[in-house]
């Protein structure tokens, strides 16, 4: 195992036990221990898509399953391409019900913390930090599926029950990996929307002092409000706290929309370099006004799916990567592996999983059921008379945290629509042996992977000028 030094803060730099400043460069592992729709194909939630797996494959072919994807999603080899395009760290995004069952609150299960160990330690042996970032929580901490939310409502605010797990969890997690250098960081939790800012500060000043009264060592990364966009909560602090890297998450509106150019104009705005770094300036505010570090913490493109348009999405995140050479930021480019919108490695389409949720995910893309990629053309007929009735009996509804538009697509597209899709995506594995199971999820492996070419060239040669 290569042997990597401890981190801390120091002023507006992340410094090595020699004081060499090291900013870091890597990816984000969404999909993995906190599966996403998009990612790896299903509608919804994931709490509701393992329910129903597990209702059409039986317990031994479920668990054959999932045995096969936890390590063909990252294995070594995974750690190994990472370090390869000159990367030093990855973020790790969690799910709770990895650690711990509803049904049994505080009850923690080893089996969620030697999957992450696998992976640690995987990077570790290739010269990657690993940064652990709780991204979904008991109560949901925002209004959106990424935290395995099966509603448009985060309660995580409104319950103390909630809070107490996420900090039991905390506790156990420092006091796992508070000798292991090779965990640069936690991420206590991803996209907090707390629709008062209230509680989120409190919140954090009480992570902060029971992770440091077992591990007084390891940076904290702390998530915006709004989805890690919004610093205004911390305005009544007088300092920020210690040893912490505050994080914004920096997605270009050209990247994310059904934009056809860069430059160009997106929703009546024009976007250039100049108007991609104002935003990032915009973001990061906080940092620069209290000299502390600067890590994003998610940004990057979507790309399309015949590859004609990918060439002006490689020039905003070339863009947004020399904004953050020039400023000094750290970052975390989302992601790694997926089905075809965003990672660097994506599932062959010739594969027996690819074939087999095909016609589901095709509906999913008619349907608009995903929220990211998603596009509501296919259902204006459903969205227009309901648009109809807002302008004329709630012309003023606009609900926190994103308004009106994107609150009926959650309830309409992603929640109505995403569960019976879901029923139906989970019939295509009625009846699959525990050997095809295993078979099915090897689709994600490195080796049966297909390299987006482009992405990690581009990645490449901003690391390593190769």
């Known amino acids: 195992m290569t042997d990597l030094p401890w981190l801390r803060v120091s002023g507006a730099h992340i410094v090595d036990e020699s004081d060499r400043t090291v900013r870091l460069t890597g990816v984000g592992l969404g999909g993995w221990m906190n599966m996403e ?8 939630n994931e709490e509701n898509i393992r329910r129903v797996l597990r209702d059409r494959m039986g317990d031994d072919a479920y668990e054959a399953f999932f045995d096969e994807f936890y390590t063909a999603f990252f294995d070594d080899a995974d750690a ?16 709770y019900r990895h650690f711990e069952d509803d049904a049994r ?3 923690l299960k080893e089996e969620g913390f030697a999957r992450l160990d696998r992976v640690i330690t995987a990077l570790a042996r290739h010269g990657v930090y ?47 990996y508070k000798d292991r250098p090779e ?10 929307a707390d629709p008062t800012g209230e509680v989120l500060p ?4 009480r992570l902060e002092k029971v992770i440091r009264a077992i591990d007084p060592r390891h940076i904290l990364f702390l998530d915006g409000n ?12 007088s300092e920020p706290l210690p040893n912490s890297v505050y994080t914004a998450h920096d997605y270009a509106l050209p990247g994310i929309t059904s934009a056809t150019e860069y430059p160009g104009t997106t929703r009546g705005e024009y976007f250039d370099r100049g108007v991609v770094e104002q935003t990032f300036l915009r973001r990061t505010e906080y940092m620069r006004r209290t000299g502390t570090p600067i890590w994003i913490g998610e940004f990057g493109p979507v790309y399309s799916q015949d590859r004609t348009q990918d060439a002006w999405r490689y020039r905003l995140l070339r863009d947004q990567l020399e904004i953050y050479r020039e400023h000094g930021a750290s970052w975390a480019l989302w992601t790694y592996k997926d089905i075809g919108l965003q990672g660097l490695l994506f599932a062959d389409p010739a594969s027996d999983y690819m074939i087999l949720t095909a016609e589901d995910r095709a509906t999913k893309t008619r349907l608009g059921v ?18 109809a009735v807002f302008d004329a009996e709630f012309p003023g509804y606009a609900p926190w945290p994103w308004g009106r538009q994107p609150h009926i697509a959650v309830l309409v597209r992603h929640i109505l629509l995403a569960e019976p899709l879901a029923e139906r995506f989970g019939d295509r594995f009625r009846g699959v042996s525990p050997e095809r199971a295993r078979a099915l999820a090897s689709a994600f492996r490195r080796e049966a992977s297909i390299e987006r070419t482009g992405l990690t060239s581009l990645l490449r040669e901003h690391l390593t000028g190769r």
Do not use: C
């Open 130 to 176: 690993s940064i652990i970032d709780l991204h979904a929580l008991p109560g949901r901490q925002n209004q959106h599926w990424h935290s395995d939310n099966p509603t448009h409502i985060a309660q995580f605010w409104d319950h103390p029950h909630f809070q107490d797990r996420v900090v039991h969890l905390w506790e156990a997690l420092a006091d796992r």
């Open 370 to 387: 995903d929220s990211w990629g998603g596009s509501d053309a296919g259902v204006r007929d459903i969205l227009d008379p309901i648009d």
């Open 80 to 95: 190994a391409f990472v370090a390869s395009l000159g990367m030093n760290s990855v973020r790790i995004p969690v799910n």
């Open 226 to 237: 709004k989805y890690s966009t919004d610093f205004s909560f911390l305005d009544r602090r």
């Open 37 to 44: 729709n998009f990612i790896t194909g299903y509608p919804g």
């Open 183 to 192: 965990v640069a960081g936690y991420n206590p939790i991803n996209e907090p």
């Open 105 to 107: 609150p505080f009850e």
């Open 202 to 205: 409190v919140f954090y000043d």
